[in-house]
């Protein structure tokens, strides 16, 4: 008698029904590694049951579960570990477990920025260059975790890579001071201030708005975020003994997004006094190196150093990057699954706004406005170019002059929900409750909707 296809088929039983609480157990030998993806629309649970495994550079604690989601990380075992996961759209099979080739790397560069900060009153200022997907951030993140891991210095951290939503959403450059544990289930390393109240102790970020998506949108508009930004920097090191003596760690934009000669690279080292650098590169890439070195050598001396590309890092395409911005972007308005934060519709009608936007010059070229790339352009209020918009609130008046818009700080971020071309009203989510403050709005080029 034959069988009907299927009904006794076990494998095809097994794909059906999967438990989605089914704990898989998983042993890690020391200095191996276990890359994960974890899709969209799933999360990823691990409880470390024994021995040490850190997520860049910050140590998960035994017997506690984490939960991660829409995230590609890299758990690796400093000691032999045993962990328990689950997650129904990860199969148990073919689990991708490497060796960590770079750690030893990594230590012995934490090691010698921390005898720097013992030998001196002034902290190591390192720079972290490289091309795309070479792992900058994930360096930056491991050394800030490892400088804070066994003293109380507080490391500040200085993103100038505006593509990275950390501590702040996508469009931003920031320098925050690492005075904390980094939430190790955060893609944007936590929260800083202007959240709200958090698990663990937030951050406190100086922000300037670039508002544009690539550097080469606005190159002039850039810098000058830059210097601002360096100008802060260096008060607050002045102004901050514990900051002063623990360094500066600074993540930089892709070789490609600057220019061939490395001649904005030099600026950089010159604007935050920057004494080490670290070119993230392989074999294959000596000439590469051999150029950036030639270039900073005057400026830095014998302190360039190269390192492979880290083992733990992920290729990133334009999607996954679309999508760490999203969520760089909600957790700022809407906070983590364990700290949940609720937002503040305000609304506010057409006349008690004032918006600006930056001048994107691969678009407007050939018109009179390229004159002058600094300058903010006034935004017509309408749905096809606010609704579900993210802005910056500045700290300038709302009828103060696009000049004087464009040098004040940001107050914060809010994202326009609802424009109502009829009622010429808008709607507006905030932070932290309250009316719209009257202050001028920037227009970022990003945008969110739930």
């Known amino acids: 008698m034959s069988l009907l296809p299927g009904l006794t088929d076990s494998n095809q039983a097994t794909d059906l029904f999967v438990d989605a609480n ?11 590694e276990w890359k994960v993806e974890i899709p969209s629309s799933s999360k990823l649970t691990i409880t470390i049951r024994s021995g040490i495994a850190e997520i860049f550079g910050t140590e998960l604690a035994n017997d506690v579960e984490y939960t991660f989601s829409n995230w590609k990380i890299s758990l690796s075992a400093v000691e032999n570990v045993i962990l328990e996961w689950k997650c129904p759209d990860i199969p148990n099979k073919d689990l991708m477990i490497e060796p960590n080739t770079t750690s030893k790397y990594v230590y012995n560069l934490h090691f010698g920025l921390e005898k720097m900060r013992n030998s001196s009153f002034n902290g190591p200022r390192i720079l972290v260059v490289g091309n795309a997907n070479s792992g900058k951030t994930t360096l930056c993140r491991t050394l800030c975790s490892y400088a804070i891991k066994f003293k109380s210095y507080q490391p500040l951290f200085i993103n100038l890579n505006p593509h990275e ?19 190790v289930q955060s893609q944007t390393w936590g929260q800083s201030m202007t959240s709200g109240a958090t698990e663990l102790h937030s951050k406190q970020p100086i922000v300037k708005n670039f508002g544009l998506e690539n550097i080469s949108e606005n ?8 210097n601002q930004l360096s100008n802060a920097v260096n008060e607050r090191l002045q102004n901050d003994v514990i900051v002063q003596r623990s360094g500066c ?6 070789l490609s997004d600057l220019d ?10 010159d604007r935050f006094k920057v004494n080490i650098v670290v070119v993230l590169a392989e074999q294959d890439e000596f000439t590469l190196f051999e150029k950036v070195k030639e270039t900073l050598r005057p400026y830095i001396g014998d302190f360039l150093i190269r390192l492979p590309k880290l083992s733990g890092r992920f290729e990133a395409d334009d999607a996954y990057k679309r999508s760490l911005q999203r969520t760089a972007i909600k957790e700022y308005f809407y906070g983590t699954p364990k700290t949940i934060l609720s937002p503040y519709a305000s609304g506010a009608d057409f006349e008690e706004i004032t918006v600006w ?9 050939g018109t ?10 006034p935004v017509t209020v309408d749905a096809s170019t606010l609704q579900h918009a993210l802005v910056a609130i500045s700290y300038a008046d709302r009828k103060s002059s696009s000049s004087e818009v464009q040098k004040a700080s940001i107050l914060g971020f809010g994202l326009i929900t609802e424009v109502n071309e009829k ?6 989510l905030l932070p932290v409750p309250g009316r719209l403050p009257n202050k001028a709005m920037i227009l970022t080029s990003y945008r969110y909707l739930e």
């Not at 450059?173 to 904390?180: K, Q, R």
């Not at 190159?219 to 830059?226: H, Q, V």
């Not at 760690?249 to 892709?254: A, G, M, R």
């Not at 009622?423 to 507006?428: A, C, E, F, N, Y």
């Open 22 to 32: 089914e704990v898989h157990k998983l042993v890690l030998k020391e200095e191996t």
């Open 165 to 183: 939503g950390i501590f702040s959403p996508p469009g931003c450059l920031t320098a925050t001071p690492i005075s904390d544990i980094l939430d």
């Open 219 to 226: 190159r002039s508009l850039y810098w000058d975020n830059m």
């Open 249 to 254: 760690i600074l993540n930089t934009p892709s």
């Open 260 to 269: 061939e000669e490395f001649n904005e690279l030099v600026t950089i080292i």
């Open 357 to 365: 936007k930056p001048i994107n010059m691969v678009e407007a070229q």
């Open 368 to 377: 009179t406005s390229t004159s002058n790339p600094l300058q903010l352009l």
């Open 423 to 428: 009622k010429r009203k808008i709607r507006i």
